[in-house]
């Protein structure tokens, strides 16, 4: 069966060299020059001439936005391949770019994440509320609304209110219209911000030199001299490891319980430092991802799709954007001199954000044993 070589461990699976390594390093810097260079076409970068712009019109902003998102994608693979075949590698060379493509996907990944994020918590308002329109639909004076909308969560409005929960649905649809507004102002405003730290980190000498770096590396890759004959399966398996260290080190029985009390407790203090159940399973989020670049390394565009890793993977997703989401939510309840109805529909939302947080971990689980368990052995 497919799955049976997948294991970078196995001591019978084909053999992986520096070769590999180089062309799959290779690959993804010529990935990184295309997408920049369609990313200054549309004009993403704010130094495309004014008649490209205009030319590109709203083709080309979903255009920009798929090649900041191609940017992101082989800045990640590459900076993650130079992580885990480091000893392969020129010291000095991947030490030093590693961390500038760290900071270059993290830039252009905020834009994203504050849009992705408000458009969460305001479809979660409209789902616990049960309004007829998302909250800042419902206008107050001054607010104003992007207008976007999940075409595929429009209109679900829910089952009907329970009469037992009448009071409280009511109590939270008086406050749901003006917590929609401040979370859109926060977060409009982070993402006004995030849009103009990424333009002025693609124009910066600092980008230029990593566009620079990549433009080598898509023509010469500075393997050590060892690197030719190693074997890529070891440190691979080694990636693999860690990460399954880091799950055995996961709270999962609380992960299995539907309640957890102590997390809502946490959030919902005046202390905005980070949910400190939240690092490990982001940590776990990160390795899970080192180790399925390895995997691509090891077998290129053959790798076949490990459903129950894209599984893991993105309940580990969801984890995340749900704890940014309950973050978010916490951080406008401290807004000084909101009413009491705003602030009780902030809580209300941060709790439901917490909520998917557990779910999100109990489905981690799920899919995590799942493959521990259904994994076939070879004869």
Same mark, same amino acid.
């Given at each position: 069966?497919?799955?049976?070589?997948?294991?970078?461990? @196995?001591?019978?699976?084909?053999?992986?060299?520096?070769?590999?390594?180089?062309?799959?390093?290779?690959?993804?810097?010529?990935?990184?020059? *295309?997408?920049?260079?369609?990313?200054?076409?549309?004009?993403?970068?704010?130094?495309?001439?004014?008649?490209?712009?205009?030319?590109?019109? @709203?083709?080309?902003?979903?255009?920009?936005? @798929?090649?900041?998102?191609?940017?992101?994608?082989?800045?990640?693979?590459?900076?993650?391949?130079?992580?885990?075949?480091?000893?392969?590698?020129?010291?000095?060379?991947?030490?030093?770019?590693?961390?500038?493509?760290?900071?270059?996907?993290?830039?252009?990944?905020?834009?994203?994440?504050?849009?992705? #994020?408000?458009?969460?918590?305001?479809?979660?308002?409209?789902?616990?509320?049960?309004?007829?329109?998302?909250?800042?639909?419902? #206008?107050?004076?001054?607010?104003?609304?992007?207008?976007?909308?999940?075409?595929?969560?429009?209109?679900?409005?829910?089952?009907?209110?329970?009469?037992?929960?009448?009071?409280?649905?009511?109590?939270?649809?008086?406050?749901?219209?003006?917590?929609?507004?401040?979370?859109?102002?926060?977060?409009?405003?982070?993402?006004? #911000?995030?849009?103009?730290?990424?333009?002025?980190?693609?124009?910066?000498?600092?980008?230029?030199?990593?566009?620079?770096?990549?433009? !080598?590396?898509?023509?010469?890759?500075?393997?050590?001299?060892?690197?030719?004959?190693? @074997?890529?399966?070891?440190?691979?398996?080694?990636?693999?490891? *860690?990460?399954?260290?880091?799950?055995?080190?996961?709270?999962?029985?609380?992960?299995?319980?539907?309640?957890?009390?102590?997390?809502?407790?946490?959030?919902?203090?005046?202390?905005?430092?980070?949910?400190?159940?939240?690092?490990?399973?982001?940590?776990?989020?990160?390795?899970?991802?080192?180790?399925?670049?390895?995997?691509?390394?090891?077998?290129?565009?053959?790798?076949?799709?490990? !459903?129950?890793?894209?599984?893991?993977?993105?309940?580990?997703? #969801?984890?995340?954007?749900?704890?940014?989401?309950?973050?978010?939510?916490?951080?406008?309840?401290?807004?000084?001199?909101?009413?009491?109805?705003?602030?009780?529909?902030?809580?209300?939302?941060?709790?439901?954000?917490?909520?998917? !947080?557990?779910?999100?971990?109990?489905?981690?689980?799920?899919?995590?044993?799942?493959?521990?368990?259904?994994?076939?052995?070879?004869?």
């Amino acid at each position: 069966m497919a799955q049976q070589h997948l294991d970078p461990t @196995d001591p019978m699976a084909e053999s992986a060299c520096g070769d590999a390594l180089a062309g799959y390093l290779r690959a993804q810097a010529t990935e990184f020059l *295309r997408a920049l260079r369609l990313h200054r076409e549309t004009g993403g970068d704010g130094g495309a001439p004014a008649r490209t712009k205009a030319r590109a019109g @709203d083709n080309g902003t979903q255009e920009s936005v @798929d090649a900041a998102r191609a940017l992101r994608r082989s800045a990640r693979r590459i900076s993650a391949s130079l992580h885990t075949f480091r000893p392969l590698l020129d010291t000095d060379w991947s030490e030093a770019i590693r961390p500038e493509l760290a900071w270059l996907s993290g830039t252009l990944a905020m834009e994203h994440a504050y849009a992705a #994020r408000l458009e969460r918590l305001l479809l979660a308002l409209h789902r616990l509320s049960g309004a007829a329109v998302l909250p800042t639909q419902t #206008r107050v004076p001054g607010d104003s609304a992007d207008g976007s909308a999940d075409s595929r969560t429009a209109g679900d409005t829910g089952p009907p209110a329970h009469p037992a929960a009448t009071v409280e649905r009511g109590n939270l649809t008086v406050g749901a219209a003006k917590a929609g507004a401040l979370l859109e102002r926060q977060l409009t405003l982070a993402r006004t #911000r995030a849009h103009s730290s990424a333009l002025q980190a693609l124009g910066s000498s600092r980008f230029h030199a990593v566009a620079d770096n990549i433009a !080598v590396l898509a023509s010469e890759v500075p393997l050590t001299p060892a690197a030719a004959t190693a @074997d890529l399966r070891p440190l691979a398996g080694a990636a693999e490891e *860690r990460l399954t260290d880091a799950v055995a080190a996961l709270p999962l029985v609380t992960a299995g319980n539907p309640y957890n009390a102590e997390a809502l407790i946490h959030g919902l203090s005046p202390d905005p430092a980070p949910h400190p159940q939240d690092a490990p399973w982001h940590q776990v989020r990160l390795l899970l991802r080192l180790h399925r670049y390895a995997r691509e390394v090891l077998h290129g565009d053959s790798a076949p799709v490990d !459903v129950r890793l894209l599984a893991a993977g993105q309940a580990l997703n #969801r984890h995340r954007d749900a704890s940014e989401a309950a973050a978010a939510a916490a951080q406008a309840a401290r807004t000084p001199r909101i009413a009491p109805a705003t602030a009780y529909a902030l809580g209300v939302l941060h709790a439901d954000q917490r909520h998917e !947080v557990e779910a999100a971990r109990f489905a981690f689980q799920q899919s995590w044993q799942m493959q521990t368990v259904g994994t076939p052995q070879r004869p």
